[in-house]
């Protein structure tokens, strides 16, 4: 078993791979979320210590930290035993005393080793649901007036599509998103992007007013 630190994009699509080996409905990550989560602001790399872990030349786990304490991992449930090294590594990797994972309810090996090691359940705060949506036989979408819907058509769309988002997630109160059209365009540029499944609603006309809303399907 070796570990490596993270070295670029060739690392996340080991990351991918690995995501997808082990990849079902009822995963926390998809392949799509690794490439977002890595792209979608720039100039944040030294934010995130990464290692992945390799074992006779494929890559069994990967570990992704923020200078805040918080981690998010994956691993090959064939090496239980690296989810301690895992969170040895993790120790070191930043400074401070606090430190987060998250997990699903259903991880239930990897809550005990947390347990084990020091960790405690929050019981209380924000938790994402993972939820599933059929996608056979959707009823015609209902457009507002004045705006049309459409894929977007590349990298020419990027500041616009960056612009949705940012509407949709600066919330009052908190710091606005990060996102821009550069740091779309290096999301477009990720593998398993794809345009045809990123879908804006758009205004129609010049006077209709600023694009608010967007949908961006995993395939």
Known sequence: MKRRD????????????????????????HIG??????????GREPEWPTSLWEHDGQVVAWAWAQRNGTLDLRFDPAHPELAEEILRWFDGA??????????LESET???????????????SGVFFTHMRLDLDALP???????????AVRGEQ??????????????LPGLPPSRVTGESYRQ?????????????????????????????????
């Open 94 to 103: 930043v400074e401070g005393p606090e430190r987060d994972v998250t997990l």
């Open 157 to 170: 769309d990027a500041e616009a599509r960056a612009a949705v988002h940012r509407a949709a997630f600066s």
């Open 109 to 123: 090996d990897l809550a005990q080793v947390l347990r084990r090691h020091g960790y405690r359940a929050q019981e």
């Open 6 to 29: 993270y070295d670029g994009p060739g690392d996340l699509r080991a990351m991918q791979d690995l995501t997808r080996r082990l990849w079902s409905p009822d995963s926390r990550w």
């Open 33 to 42: 979320d690794l490439a977002w989560s890595r792209f979608q602001h720039v």
């Open 140 to 150: 015609e979408p209902k457009v507002p007036a004045g705006h049309t819907l459409r």
């Open 187 to 219: 999301v477009m540029r990720a593998w398993p992007y794809r345009a045809d499944l990123d879908w804006p609603r758009a205004p129609a006309r010049p006077n209709a007013g600023p694009q608010r809303g967007s949908i961006t399907c995993a395939s």
